[in-house]
């Protein structure tokens, strides 16, 4: 699951989803079409010409109560992804966005599901972390740090990269393609 706010959200599910040959779902396919509207046009506008917005929200989402609101508004916009899953009973459920843990945390309520976050972020927020998760997957050190300093417990914590589409794991040829591209042979950066 993921939500289509960035591509980097996207990309890694679609890389698990060609390495596990299951689906890739987009919550936000599963809620009201202004939403999805909303939170794809509006994140790309605020990132660009309103960053200081976008701070904003990082820095309230320290409060507990703000995120309490939050995952409940986003409970009620994305209710249609809480009866997708109703349908299908996953026992696993692979996030690689924020916007559904707290939807699958009320769905683990009543299915049997463990839950996986593929953090693709480096830094991180509050509203990654629930006590619902049962594993984080990070890139860095960093990440780890931070998520644990938000009070996840070590041993729910993997570290080891991001997801990668297959393209990225084949062995190339690089003096072909430095060639190719009108690069020197030598190292360059």
Do not use: Q
């Amino acid at each position: 699951m993921y939500a289509s706010c960035g591509e980097g959200h996207k990309i890694a599910a679609s890389a698990l989803s060609d390495e596990f040959n299951s689906p890739s779902v987009d919550i936000l396919d599963l809620t009201f079409p202004f939403i999805k509207k909303f939170y794809t046009s509006g994140y790309t506008f605020m990132v660009r010409y309103l960053s200081f917005i976008w701070k904003l929200i990082f820095l309230i989402a320290k409060s507990k109560p703000v995120i309490m609101f939050i995952n409940r508004l986003n409970f009620l916009l994305f209710v249609h992804f809480y009866e997708f899953l109703s349908t299908k009973s996953p026992k696993f459920i692979i996030v690689t966005h924020f916007f559904p843990i707290y939807i699958v945390k009320i769905f683990k309520k009543t299915f049997n599901t463990t839950l996986i976050v593929i953090v693709t972020d480096i830094g991180v927020h509050p509203f990654w972390v629930d006590e619902c998760v049962d594993y984080y997957f990070v890139a860095m050190d960093r990440t780890k740090g931070e998520l644990k300093n938000l009070g996840v417990k070590e041993n729910r914590i993997i570290t080891g990269g991001i997801p990668l589409r297959a393209g990225f794991k084949r062995k190339t040829d690089t003096l072909r393609i430095r060639k190719k591209i009108g690069l020197d042979s030598k190292e360059t950066i």
